[in-house]
């Protein structure tokens, strides 16, 4: 089965999200009041286009993973909105959740936790169909075996147990259990990062192809940069709970317009012979990431930022669009107009980072 052409025109969003927000209360002494809230997620809008794949990248600690929870009610999110297929499903019950099920589905980061060790494989796959009570043409065994098939693995087993396979086979495994169920929406949470390096070019492309075989649309999340840009339509670049930067694959990567995407970007390493011994910027971010529990004022990035102003630190820029397909939260965005020309920059912009020159020598 093969997706049909998208047409011209703006397809209707599978997913919508809208101010979404998570906060995870902290409690302390014996009556556990409430001392404050990690700040989690704190305001994201975005949608994702059916047969699309969104990337989201960013530091460890941005609210990423805890996204992805949200979008698939795993966790429940303390305000904003989420709309799969025109429906409102942000706070839907157990209950009222279970049919949607089917056309929701994740795949974890770790394959070695996410996979029961007392139950074989052909259990662990079939669960979908038991849970949903989907009986399927000529049986759930023969159905396991054949996603088994897909994935690229050996149907005969059916009757092993997780620990018989390799990290990356581990991995095959949650995708056919994601994928049982014929799902419209996946969402794989850093689906290649705990895998050695050989094995994630296989697990990417295996994503890819079922992406074209099913018709599947895609949030993958991830912090490996080269991955992202190899399997995602449109980025959308986190920082402590929020979107900075959110644009098509190629106008990300050549000309992006957030300091922190420019940051992220100049570690990226370009596999290029012919720029064997040519020169390229390093950015090096001084500082840690802020706490969740309390982040800076106005602009999130204003403490680790070289082009940070007075107006960065007292107003939170808006993600608005500069660029046809192009939205970014910066008052003083690269290449792209400066949003509040004339400030000054504020003496400790200065010193938030380091240029190092990096020879890209053989």
């Given amino acids: 089965m093969t997706i049909p052409e998208q047409s011209t025109s703006s397809p209707e969003p599978l997913l919508r999200v809208t101010d979404l927000v998570k906060h995870f209360p902290i409690r302390k002494g ?16 975005f949608d994702v286009r059916p047969g699309e794949t969104l990337g989201v990248v960013g530091e460890s600690g941005c609210g990423k993973s805890t996204m992805g929870r949200l979008i698939t009610r795993l ?11 025109g429906q409102d499903i942000t706070h839907l019950g157990v209950g009222q959740m279970r049919p949607l099920r089917r056309d929701v589905q994740m795949i974890f980061q770790d394959p070695y936790s996410s996979l029961n060790p007392r139950h074989t494989i052909g259990t662990i796959v079939s669960a979908p169909f038991h849970l949903q009570g989907v009986k399927p043409e ?12 897909v994935v690229g693995l050996n149907p005969e087993h059916y009757n092993r147990y997780p620990h018989e396979f390799s990290g990356g086979q581990r991995q095959r495994i949650g995708i056919a259990r994601a994928l ?6 996946v969402v794989a949470d850093e689906p290649v990062s705990a895998l050695d390096v050989s094995i994630q070019a296989q697990v990417v492309n295996l994503m890819e192809d079922l992406q074209d075989e099913l018709g599947l649309t895609y949030v993958i999340i991830a912090h490996d940069l080269s ?6 339509d449109r980025i959308a670049v986190m ?3 929020k979107i900075v930067e959110l644009a098509d694959r190629n106008s990300l990567y050549k000309a992006p317009m957030h300091p922190y995407t420019k940051a992220l970007m100049s570690a990226v390493p370009v596999p290029d012979p012919k720029r064997r011994g040519a020169k390229s910027e390093r950015i090096l971010l001084k500082g840690d990431v802020p706490s969740p529990i309390s982040p800076p004022s106005g602009c999130r990035f204003h403490t680790r930022c070289w082009k940070a102003t007075e ?23 690269e290449n792209a107009p400066d949003q509040v020309p004339g400030e000054t920059v504020v003496a400790e912009a200065r010193d938030a980072v380091t240029i190092v020159d990096v020879a890209k020598d053989a």
């Avoid at 966790?75 to 799969?84: D, Q, R």
């Avoid at 000529?138 to 098939?149: D, F, M, P, S, W």
């Fill in 75 to 85: 966790l429940e999110p303390t305000g904003g909105k989420i709309e799969f297929q």
């Fill in 227 to 232: 991955v992202i840009r190899h399997v995602s």
């Fill in 180 to 185: 049982a169920l014929k799902p419209k929406l």
């Fill in 239 to 241: 920082y402590l709970g």
């Fill in 311 to 333: 107006v960065c630190k007292t107003q939170d820029p808006p993600l608005i669009e500069l660029k046809v397909g192009q939205q970014v939260a910066c008052h003083h965005p």
């Fill in 30 to 45: 014996l009556l556990q009041r409430q001392s404050g809230a990690v700040r989690a997620v704190d305001g994201l809008s």
């Fill in 138 to 149: 000529g049986g759930i065994k023969a159905e396991v075996q054949r996603l088994l098939e």
